[in-house]
Nanobody, 126 residues
Framework: QVQLVESGGGSVQAGGSLRLSCEASGYMYRSNCMGWFRQAPGKGREGVAVINPGSGSAAYADSVKGRFTISRDNAKNTLYLQMNSLKPEDTASYYC???????????????????WGQGALVTVAS
């Protein structure tokens, strides 16, 4: 059974940093797209960052470029999201997600992804 377990959420002042982790189990971790998505209260889920399993190249939402970094540790089956220079508008529940299909580009589109973690709340105070 595939499980994605996030950790590392919390509260921080604007300008601060947090790192989210997502441990994957029961999953072909090395061959599949994985990413981070977020959902703010009253809004839809949006893609934040995704990473290509083969090349390790990443794609980011424009709103987080230059501030957030996605990475993966294949030995630990763990996905990370380093978030720096946080802003109040980054406040949301953050979800780790994984795609079953192998091949093709990793997109920031939530509907492409099949497995989801339980979410980690990030609150940024102004």
């Amino acid at each position: 059974q595939v499980q994605l377990v996030e950790s590392g959420g919390g509260s921080v002042q604007a300008g601060g940093s947090l790192r989210l982790s997502c441990e994957a189990s029961g999953y072909m971790y090395r061959s599949n797209c994985m990413g981070w998505f977020r959902q703010a209260p009253g809004k839809g889920r949006e893609g934040v960052a995704v990473i290509n399993p083969g090349s390790g190249s990443a794609a980011y939402a424009d709103s987080v470029k230059g501030r957030f970094t996605i990475s993966r540790d294949n030995a630990k089956n763990t996905l990370y999201l380093q978030m720096n220079s946080l802003k109040p508008e980054d406040t949301a529940s953050y979800y780790c997600a994984a795609r079953i299909a192998i091949g093709g580009w990793c997109r920031l589109e939530p509907s492409d992804y099949d497995y989801w973690g339980q979410g980690a709340l990030v609150t940024v105070a102004s």
